[in-house]
């Protein structure tokens, strides 16, 4: 008896794994190029071209991300990020599982996590309000709306630091838990 051929399936396309990417390395030195550009003076400059690189980087990504999301194919699409009833349900279990630190199993699902998806939609927003913001103060642009930009700026990338700490704990606690994941 012939032995099972196991053949991988990719769920991510290569195009949304670029952006997802290029996304993550560009918030990440965003970050880091963000706080250390306050911290000394004699390193301020280079952290910030450092950071206007990045944000640049960012913003391709991000289009790409945002033509993917409706223009992809598969998982890349809006459509896998949105709840329904069954996907609220499965919503609630990944919350369980995260409120008892992995203690409760790890639920199945296919491509976007349940709980995440809706999330993504949201973190999109607002790297896509950081992207404008550093844009209207890179042209000297410091109030729109009566609101400060540069504040605006900073608030925003702490919910994005938030976020991506969240994520990251999340891709490990997946990691340590499922066996199905290929994280590793």
Same mark, same amino acid.
């Given at each position: 008896?012939?032995?099972?051929?196991?053949?991988?399936?990719? %769920? =991510?396309?290569?195009?949304?794994?670029?952006?997802?990417?290029?996304?993550?390395?560009?918030?990440?030195?965003?970050?880091?190029?963000?706080?250390? *550009?306050?911290?000394?003076?004699?390193?301020?400059?280079?952290?910030?071209?450092?950071?206007?690189?990045? #944000?640049? %980087?960012?913003?391709?990504?991000?289009?790409?991300?945002?033509?993917?999301? $409706?223009?992809?194919?598969?998982?890349?699409?809006?459509?896998?990020?949105?709840?329904?009833?069954?996907?609220?349900?499965?919503? #609630?279990?990944?919350?369980?599982?995260?409120?008892?630190?992995?203690?409760?199993?790890?639920?199945? =699902?296919?491509?976007?996590?349940?709980?995440?998806?809706?999330?993504?939609?949201?973190? $999109?927003?607002?790297?896509?309000?950081?992207?404008? *913001?550093? %844009?209207?103060?890179?042209? #000297?642009? /410091?109030? $729109?709306?009566?609101? *400060?930009?540069? /504040?605006?700026?900073?608030?925003?990338?702490?919910?994005?630091?938030?976020?991506?700490?969240?994520?990251?704990?999340? %891709?490990?606690?997946?990691?340590?838990?499922?066996? /199905?994941?290929?994280?590793?």
């Amino acid at each position: 008896m012939a032995a099972p051929k196991i053949q991988r399936i990719l %769920v =991510w396309s290569r195009a949304l794994r670029i952006a997802h990417w290029l996304m993550a390395l560009s918030v990440l030195v965003l970050l880091a190029t963000g706080w250390s *550009s306050g911290l000394n003076p004699v390193i301020a400059e280079t952290a910030r071209d450092y950071h206007y690189i990045a #944000g640049a %980087v960012l913003i391709l990504a991000l289009a790409l991300r945002l033509y993917l999301l $409706f223009f992809g194919r598969g998982s890349d699409l809006l459509a896998d990020c949105e709840t329904d009833r069954h996907r609220l349900a499965q919503a #609630g279990q990944m919350l369980r599982f995260y409120l008892s630190l992995g203690r409760t199993p790890l639920p199945r =699902w296919y491509a976007h996590n349940p709980l995440w998806g809706p999330i993504y939609l949201l973190l $999109f927003l607002f790297l896509l309000l950081q992207s404008l *913001s550093g %844009v209207l103060l890179l042209q #000297g642009i /410091g109030l $729109f709306a009566g609101l *400060s930009l540069y /504040g605006m700026h900073q608030l925003v990338s702490m919910i994005i630091l938030g976020f991506t700490l969240l994520h990251l704990a999340a %891709v490990f606690s997946h990691d340590a838990k499922g066996s /199905g994941a290929d994280n590793s």
